[in-house]
């Protein structure tokens, strides 16, 4: 008998084994799938959001960052944290809003650096607001001391009404030890330039691992979906609304001073 029990316990074991096995070979294979889905919408929501800054506005709203906010993971590209604050500001506003995104998929601090600050500056124009969402990419080759020298750069470089997003929760292991390092120095270089910082590393570690994995992540395991950018534009958009009240309290500024100069050339 005991050797029988024995014998079963140990095929159990290896069914369990086996299983498993199975199991972590189809999550791979999925992800790898989703990953490659992922890539061809990469093209797709680049030229929406080119296609969108054709469009004239009111107000001019400029993002930077990687592919969060060119809202790859989203079922479309204004699902993202983007194209909530656009529709939010126009909302808010009663304005009209030109949207440029500046983002890349992909993009590190150093290709942001190089990339769209030339870009922003070839605008010609302040932005009325300013979003940045970059960092996540530089954890995979982490180097603390390049990383407070580069985003002392992009800081120094953006209007000091631009809205900052910290790094994304990446939950466990040496990633998150990391991510937490270079928040830290996100929030020192913001206090030097008077940014405000959304709580973006707050807002998605609050999900937890297990919610973001069952409902909250994309097909390739890693970007948002529909419901997992709610978390990122919770963290943006109670600064997005105080700059908004902002705007509308200078916009009613210049017009009572309009008025004023035009009764007084009446006189």
Do not use: C
Not at 66 to 81: E, F, H, V
């Amino acid at each position: 008998m005991r050797i029988r029990t024995v014998g079963w316990a140990a095929l159990a074991t290896a069914l369990v084994a086996a299983g498993g096995a199975l199991a972590t070979t189809l999550v791979q294979q999925r992800r790898i799938q989703g990953m490659e889905r992922l890539a061809q919408t990469i093209p797709v929501n680049s030229k929406y959001w080119r296609d969108r800054a054709k469009k004239k506005g009111e107000l001019l709203y400029v993002a930077l960052g990687d592919s969060a906010a060119q809202g790859i993971g989203s079922s479309k590209p204004q699902r993202g944290y983007v194209g909530e604050i656009a529709r939010m500001l126009r909302e808010t506003t009663g304005r009209s809003v030109r949207v440029v995104n500046l983002s890349a998929s992909g993009a590190r601090l150093r290709e942001a650096i190089e990339k769209q600050l030339p870009a922003l500056a070839k605008l010609g124009v302040e932005p009325d607001v300013v979003t940045v969402g970059i960092g996540a990419n530089d954890i995979g080759t982490w180097d603390p001391a390049r990383f407070e020298r580069e985003i002392e750069q992009f800081y120094s470089a953006i209007p000091a009404h631009s809205i900052v997003g910290n790094v994304p929760s990446f939950y466990v292991g040496r990633a998150q030890a990391n991510v937490r390092v270079a928040n830290e120095l996100i929030a020192a270089a913001a206090q030097r330039h008077g940014l405000s910082v959304a709580p973006v590393h707050r807002e998605t570690h609050r999900l937890g691992m297990l919610r973001y994995a069952l409902n909250q992540v994309s097909q390739d395991f890693f970007h948002p979906n529909d419901r997992g950018y709610r978390a990122w534009i919770n963290a943006f958009l109670p600064l997005v609304e105080r700059r908004a009240v902002e705007l509308v309290a200078q916009q009613a500024e210049r017009e009572a001073d309009a008025a004023a100069g035009g009764v007084g050339g009446l006189t």
